[in-house]
Structure formats: C-alpha cells, structure tokens
C-alpha cells in the first residue's frame, strides 16, 4: 500500500485533484452512513454486558429480558419465587451465560447482598440494573383508603428500587461505570383522584433517580427512569375491557426504550424521566 504524503498530493496537477474530489452530495451520504453506522454500534454495545433485571417474571421484566437475551446481554433474571423464574426460562436453566436467581427477597438487604455475591462470582462485574418490579393498588379515595396500602406500594415501589441501586452502586464505581434503569409511571407526573399512594410512590422513584443521577454521573454511571402509561398486559385488558386497548403501551415497546437507556448511545443522559406513553 502506497503512502501519500502532502508533499504528493501537492504535486498532483489541479485536473487530477478535481477528478478525485466527490460530489457533495456523494460527501454528505457516505458522512451519513458512517453517523448511522455508529448509532448502529452504539445501540449493538450491550454484547456480553452483565444485565440484572429484577421482577423478571412479569410482562415488562419478561419482554426486557428477552429484549437484553436478543441483543447479546448475559442476563440475572430476579424474582421473589423460587420456581417461577426457572419456569418461564426454562430454556436458559443450562446456560453459562445467565443467572437464574429465584427466592431473592429485594426489600431484604441481606438478601441482595447474596444476589450480587452470586452474580460477581459468576461474571465478575454488574454493567446495567434494570428495576422493574412493582405493584399498583388504587380506586378509593384517599380518606377511604387502607393505610396499609402505603405501606405496601412504597415497600414494593421505592423500598426495592432503592436496595437494589444500593446494592449494584459499589461495584459501579469500582468499574467506573454502569447504567441504572428505574421504571416510574405516568402517574408520577400527574396524580389521579384515587391513587395517592401509587402516585406518590412513583413519584418518589422519580426523585430518588434525580438524586442519584446527580451523585453518580460524574463516576461515568447514567441513572434513568422510564414513566409508562397503562402498560397492553392481559391482566390489564380483564381489567378494563371497555378502555381503548390500542391507546396503550406494548411491554416491548417499553424494553426496546430500556435497551437504548443501556447503550452507549445514552451515554449522554443522566437524571432523565422518559416518556412512554404510546398514543394515550
């Protein structure tokens, strides 16, 4: 292969030079191509990385699973029950590259110290938590309402996304790096009569990725959260048969926002509350 020095290209006669030039156009498709193509990269950069994603089991933490398992990721798939993980991923329960980590309890910090434990044994490092189990209770008025439903949404709602990101934080900076995913609601945006409780906790996922997102991202870890709609589940189709199913939010739809908050190309993003909220 020959060099080409300036000194040549300064003695190459000015006919020779036009004739090697590309038209603009030309210029701006191949400069084009090669952006998409590091967008392209940049969306393919979870391969091999190590992905905890808790409430594993239920519609979106399935669809996020599958949608990390699809794009390369090695997956710690979490769920309280012991058995309902190996069930649904049955067809990963030989696999070196995923952890199936049934009977973790994420409002117990014992019991998620054994969890990262677990998964650093088996892959030496945490590169993206996903938070997406939670629970939703509402209808009544506030003053009609159990108090103990408080009780029971913040536990499942801000108490397990708080130990979970408490837990996967050392190790983080210790990489210096890492990306958090919360999943808050539309509801913590906008509160609606009957839901208090569930707003309120939402909400304060909110706040708490906002605060560890200005803690974190100078440490090269982007915390996010993303705030669906009603999610196209069939539980929530029995619940509401009358509603305009194609007004809501697919749990796919959901994972593939989750997989770009995991990428590199997010690397830009930190304290964000993305909107999901398909055509509702």
Not at 39 to 45: G, I
Not at 80 to 91: E, G, L, M, Q, T
Request: glycine content about 6%; overall charge neutral.
């Amino acid at each position: 292969m020959t060099t080409v020095t300036s000194t040549a290209i300064a003695e190459v006669p000015t006919v020779a030079r036009t004739r090697l030039m590309l038209p603009t156009p030309v210029r701006e498709t191949i400069a084009t191509a090669r952006q998409s193509n590091d967008l392209s990269d940049e969306m393919n950069s979870l391969k091999d990385k190590i992905a905890i994603i808790t409430g594993a089991v239920g519609n979106l933490g399935t669809a996020t699973a599958r949608a990390f398992q699809q794009a390369g990721a090695k997956t710690v798939l979490v769920d309280r029950s012991p058995d309902r993980v190996r069930s649904v991923f049955a067809d990963l329960s030989n696999s070196n590259d995923h952890l199936l980590a049934g009977g973790v309890d994420l409002s117990d910090p014992v019991s998620l110290a054994k969890l990262i434990e677990q998964t650093l044994n088996r892959f030496g490092r945490v590169d993206v938590l996903v938070n997406t189990v939670g629970a939703f209770r509402g209808g009544k008025p506030m003053h009609e309402a159990d108090p103990a439903d408080w009780d029971f949404l913040f536990n499942a709602n801000v108490r397990t996304t708080l130990l979970c990101c408490r837990a996967v934080i050392p190790q983080m900076l210790r990489q210096k790096h890492g990306k958090i995913i919360n999943v808050s609601s539309r509801e913590g945006l906008e509160a609606h009569a009957g839901f208090a409780a569930y707003s309120a906790s939402k909400s304060a996922v909110l706040r708490l990725t906002e605060s560890l997102s200005a803690e974190l991202k100078t440490s090269d870890i982007n915390v996010n959260c993303i705030m669906p709609s009603v999610i196209d589940t069939p539980q929530n189709r029995a619940a509401m048969p009358n509603a305009d199913f194609s007004k809501w939010v697919e749990p796919k739809a959901i994972a593939e926002v989750v997989l770009f908050l995991a990428s590199d190309a997010s690397r830009a993003i930190n304290g964000a509350a993305l909107p999901v909220f398909g055509k509702g």
